[in-house]
């Protein structure tokens, strides 16, 4: 995140339930590695066998990656709340079909779902109060 985009963020009104800023490069760090864990069990256990559960993952990763450049670049709280909303259902249903055919694979991912779930109440809080 470059200056300008660092100040604009400073300058939102943002919930209390924020976490420190330190917090988001770790646990996006840890989300990362186990998001290629499950990815990589699912398809030791599965192959490619199974599209609909890598199709589900490969949506909710664009998704996961463009989040940042709407909300940070373009400023635009209210489509990137659309797209982590749209991120939470595409993990929901990842988790579901690799639960199906890989349990663990989805077990892994729960964390994510978890912090995905605050990161939209933190992304709703941002677009109803600025």
Known sequence: MNN???????????????????VFPIVWSF?????????ATYIYNVGL???????FFIIQLILNLSWS???FRFRRPDISL????????????TIWQFLKVSPISGYILIPYLVWV???SYLNFY?????
Do not use: D, H, R
Not at 4 to 22: A, D, G, H, R, V
Not at 31 to 39: E, K, P, Q, R
Not at 49 to 55: E, I, V, W
């Open 49 to 55: 066998t199974n599209p609909l559960g890598l199709t």
């Open 82 to 93: 659309m797209i982590v909303l749209l991120m939470l259902v595409f993990i929901f249903l």
């Open 69 to 71: 450049p709407v909300f």
């Open 31 to 39: 989300l990362y590695m186990t998001m290629v864990v499950s990815l």
């Open 117 to 119: 779930s605050l990161a």
């Open 4 to 22: 300008e985009n660092n100040n604009w963020y400073q300058m939102l009104k943002k919930s209390k339930l924020t976490p420190p800023p330190i």
């Open 126 to 130: 941002i677009w109803m109060n600025n």
